[in-house]
């Protein structure tokens, strides 16, 4: 039995779901978006609820003897400004990769297929047999090489097609050249698909707007699984209704989409409702990774996921 003593967890979920939880933590199921009780001031490791409304951070100053904060997204652009001095913040790298590589790929097949004029053919009793391109052949551009660039990679080629990766800072990676953001504009010029999976940071916030998309070839696709901000909507709306790209979006600027958004009708364009890593694979990630966390926090470990700098 933990002592009153030992470090207070906060979990948005059952403890039994970890299997055996480490020794030495004492545990509490709290949801802070409807209660927020007493042992707040106690609480030294908050696991965040996944879908993250306002409360998930407002409770933090409340947590006077606060030492981590685990969050099960890949992004913590919600919750980082709220994150005290001196607390570790970790994300949920690997919860999600599996996921959203495949609504990635989804999303990729579906708009170079038009499944969603299928789709409506269907519904209209319209047998519409027409040619359209394939992911074969494609040359498909990842502007966001970590856990989840890697894993949408994976499913990339065993498609015939020809990847090429881009992120924050150039290197040799183990599977050919990492390219620079700053060579962004020459990269997207030889991209069929160009696949956003960045975080959202002051760098990335507007990185593909008007200028970016007027490099793109005729016909290319767009994939948006990072941040909606990461793309200028207007810019891509315009190139939309020119009838010059083609996009697929699982992130908008403001979540639920507005039923009057002109995104809902802009041609070439298929939204999702930011489901990316809303799967039956999500949970025992997430549930493995917790508990890896609570083991090395409980031993004095050094935590996975630490998110430094601008991150």
Not at 18 to 31: H, M, T
Not at 117 to 141: F, I, S
Not at 214 to 241: F, I, Q, S, T, Y
Request: some cysteine.
């Amino acid at each position: 039995m933990s002592d009153s003593l030992d470090p207070l967890v906060w979990l948005p979920f059952d403890p039994a779901e970890l299997g055996e939880v480490p020794a030495g933590l004492r545990y509490e199921v709290v949801d802070p978006r409807e209660h927020v009780p007493d042992s707040v001031a106690d609480v030294a490791f908050y696991v965040a609820p996944y879908a993250m409304g306002p409360a998930v951070g407002d409770v933090l100053p409340q947590m006077s003897g606060l030492e981590v904060v685990q969050v099960l997204s890949a992004g913590v652009d919600n919750v980082r400004s709220q994150v005290p001095q001196g607390v570790t913040l970790c994300n949920g790298r690997g919860i999600h990769d599996t996921s959203t590589a495949e609504l990635t790929l989804t999303l990729l097949l579906a708009s170079l297929r038009d499944v969603p004029g299928m789709v409506r053919d269907q519904d209209e009793r319209r047998w519409n047999t027409r040619w359209r391109p394939a992911l074969a052949d494609k040359q498909v551009l990842l502007v966001g090489y970590g856990s989840i660039g890697r894993a949408i990679e994976d499913r990339l080629l065993p498609f015939e097609c020809e990847v090429t990766r881009a992120a924050r800072t150039a290197r040799d990676g183990d599977r050919g050249p990492v390219h620079g953001f700053e060579e962004l504009p020459d990269l997207v010029a030889d991209a069929d698909v160009v696949i956003l999976v960045v975080p959202l940071t002051d760098e990335t916030r507007g990185l593909v707007d008007a200028g970016l998309l007027a490099r793109m070839k005729d016909g290319a696709l767009v994939v948006n699984m990072a941040r909606g901000p990461v793309v200028v909507a207007a810019d891509l709306l315009a190139e939309l209704h020119a009838g010059r790209l083609l996009a697929a979006v699982d992130v908008v600027d403001t979540e639920p989409l507005p039923a009057d958004d002109p995104l809902w009708d802009a041609p070439g364009l298929l939204v999702s409702p930011h489901v990316g890593g809303a799967t039956s694979a999500m949970w025992p990630r997430a549930h493995r990774l917790v508990r890896a966390q609570l083991e090395r926090y409980a031993a004095g470990e050094a935590l996975h996921n630490q998110m430094t700098g601008a991150y």
